[in-house]
């Protein structure tokens, strides 16, 4: 092999390098690496700051490829020229070799490992780049000094994450323990909230506890006492009319009246997402809205505890009863809170139950039945009957287990 062919190869190489490794570095994900950073993984730091600063591994592989396409085309044509090839047929050699060789082919391989690649092409990378510097300052004046005006003119990226990339970079962290699957599920949870309407988690308009603009005070003392609320809507004539609310705080304030106990309260309509929603309520600084229909109608009222609900679950307040614990009301019959866990039913009372994704009495009945029940509904089992003697529409508070003879115990 003679020099020219040696240098042929050579440059035809470094051309193949420089295009896998911008392959590589376009193609990688920036958490990926962040998450390979923070495991201390051998030239994560290196890649994490070129992903950074693009323009300076876009540069050097800028000049870096058309260096050694030119040596590649240069000498291409002496050694091809020797064995009396025209001009026209080299050209047409030299561009085939380099667009397929050492371009479509290193950067459809590279991108289907792009991680594994961009660890490793970063070190000739930087090496290319010390040796570039001089050129590679020169042509980075230039380019700034292009484009200046266009990034006066043009929006400037915002650098943020997109909900996607957030969702992975939470995914990895759980993988390598950085997070627990608790934290990764409140974060996903809040995310979904910028996609969820307010008609979906809303208390809807049948459920809704109101009074009349007419109702006195002991009236309204009474039924938040009766009904364990801690605010009650007002209304005019209909519940289509709603003026506000009043707070059972308020209340035990001296020569307080109906009126002037009314709290104002925002509108929203019932496509609004659960996070412009609590948005609304922190402005305001109020806990409840009024959900209106199309036709600007009340559709039901949204609290702050509704939106909080789903994100960390069920929240109960100092006004929400404290269910029992497993009570025998008769022989082989047992009334239990929805949230007892069915390993303690099996430890406690010997009772066999079905096991799955769930580890509460409630989540059994919603698992089998595939929704959330409504009072009285039953569940039958080889060894037992499951009786819902209290539901709201997001849990099941009470049940009734009625065992068959001789199942518990065994």
């Known amino acids: 092999m003679n020099s020219d062919t ?12 420089y295009s896998g490794t911008e392959a590589a570095m376009y193609s990688v994900h920036r958490l990926k690496i962040l998450v390979l950073l923070r495991q201390r993984v051998h030239g994560a730091a290196l890649v994490e700051t070129y ?16 260096f050694a396409n030119i040596i590649f085309g240069s000498f291409m044509a002496v050694v091809l020229g020797s064995y009396h090839y025209n001009e026209f047929v080299i050209a047409i050699i030299s561009t085939a070799v380099i667009l397929i060789f050492a371009e479509i082919l290193p950067k459809a391989m590279i991108r289907l490992l792009a991680e594994r690649a961009a660890l ?43 909900k996607d990339e957030i969702s ?24 979904r909230l910028s996609n969820l309407k307010l008609h979906k988690i809303m208390v809807p308009r049948t459920e809704v506890i109101a009074l009349p603009a007419t109702a006195t005070l002991d009236e309204i003392a009474d039924t938040i006492t009766r009904r364990r609320i801690t605010r009650v809507p007002i209304y005019r004539e209909t519940l289509d009319d709603i003026v506000g609310i009043i707070v059972a705080l308020d209340m ?39 959900v209106i229909d199309e036709y600007g109608g009340t559709a039901g009222i949204i609290t702050l505890e509704d939106i909080f609900e789903e994100i960390f679950g069920e929240i109960d307040d100092e006004h929400d009863e404290t269910e029992p614990a497993v009570q025998e009301v008769a022989p082989g019959v047992f009334i239990v809170p929805g949230r007892e866990e069915i390993s303690h039913l099996q430890r406690d009372l010997g009772l066999e139950l079905p096991e799955g994704d769930y580890e509460t009495v409630a989540g059994l009945i919603i698992h089998e039945l595939g929704r959330i029940p409504t009072q009285g509904e039953k569940l039958e089992l080889p060894n037992c009957t499951l009786t819902v003697l209290h539901a709201s529409r997001k849990r ?15």
Do not use: W
């Open 252 to 290: 035990f304030q001296q020569s307080a009246t109906e009126e002037s106990l009314i709290r104002t309260v925002p509108y929203l309509s019932e496509t609004t997402t659960a996070l412009r929603a609590l948005r609304e309520l922190q402005k305001m600084n109020v806990s409840m809205a009024v």
């Open 396 to 410: 099941i508070h009470k049940v009734r287990i009625a065992v068959q003879r001789g199942a518990v115990g065994q």
């Open 120 to 162: 490793k092409l970063v070190f000739p990378l930087r090496f290319s780049e010390i040796v570039f510097a001089p050129l590679i300052h020169l042509l980075g004046r230039a380019a700034r000094f292009l484009t200046r005006r266009f990034q006066q003119e043009g929006p400037s990226g915002s650098g943020r994450l997109s």
């Open 6 to 17: 040696l240098i042929v190869l050579i440059a035809f190489l470094l051309s193949g390098l």
């Open 51 to 66: 992903l950074r600063h693009p323009d300076r591994y876009l540069s050097t592989i800028l000049v870096g490829n058309n």
């Open 168 to 191: 992975y970079l939470f995914r990895e962290s759980r993988a390598i323990g950085l997070i627990d699957l608790q934290d990764e599920d409140i974060v996903q949870k809040v995310m």
